[in-house]
């Protein structure tokens, strides 16, 4: 069975300093690794993802990743925050190895963005 | 290129009635997954089909709940027999193809709200 954990429920940060979302995953096969953020009811968008590679993933709206395989990790990243990346945002992972193709999501981290 | 559709968007039953949830893939897209979100929660997989197919249901509840994807039109979600636990939101997402590397696109999400 694969999971995700996302063990912070709200994340706050000021505007123009650097920002971390932090996200472990349990996968038996290869890991394939995902970040979406989702507004107010609105569907998720989908940012950034690890395959393989650069262990240095870069995506949209100047956010970037860096996959850790020794401590399972996938943290989402920003040099500097903006009060518009206030949002929730998920991480997910599915099995590479694994032929079908279902998606496990973390439960979220809120994003708060201070000006 | 438009992107994932779902209608409708908002969707209010009475206890016990049927509610049907509709699905248009992105163009080119012939794989379909349906996700449930519960409020502050993360999705939960509830299923996934291509044209014609259900791959893998693993993710649906046992009774009530029915998933289709036909050769022509949309992917229909149908729950019989709503309960006030069936309130939540759901997300239908699209990939070109159901291996490999692609990340899944989400459409708005229709919120259900049983009363």
């Known amino acids: 069975a694969q999971s995700v954990a996302q063990p912070e429920d709200q994340v706050n940060v000021a505007e123009g300093n650097p920002l971390t979302v932090k996200c472990t995953y349990s996968v038996s096969g290869n890991p394939y690794l995902f970040w979406y953020v989702q507004y107010p009811n609105r569907g998720l968008q989908f940012l950034l993802k690890?395959?393989?590679?650069?262990?240095l993933v870069k995506g949209s709206y100047g956010f970037e990743a860096e996959f850790n395989k020794s401590q399972t990790s996938f943290h989402l990243k920003k040099p500097s925050a903006l009060v518009s990346d206030s949002a929730l945002y998920f991480c997910?992972?599915?099995?590479?190895?694994?032929?079908?193709?279902?998606?496990?999501f973390g439960g979220g981290t809120r994003l708060m963005v201070k000006p | 290129n438009a992107g994932v559709m779902q209608n409708p968007r908002h969707l209010v039953r009475r206890r016990g009635q049927e509610a049907r949830l509709r699905c248009s893939p992105m163009k080119g897209h012939s794989h379909v997954y349906w996700y449930r979100q519960l409020p502050e929660e993360g999705l939960k997989f509830m299923v996934y089909l291509q044209k014609e197919n259900i791959i893998d249901e693993s993710g649906m509840p046992k009774e009530r709940f029915s998933a289709e994807f036909p050769k022509e039109g949309p992917s229909i979600l149908r729950i019989q027999q709503v309960v006030r636990g069936d309130s939540a939101a759901y997300f239908c997402a699209s990939s070109p193809v159901g291996q490999g590397t692609y990340e899944q696109y989400f459409g708005p999400g229709t919120r259900l709200t049983v009363t």
């Open positions: 997910a992972v599915r099995d590479g190895n694994n032929a079908g193709n279902m998606l496990t």
């Open positions: 690890y395959i393989t590679g650069d262990n």
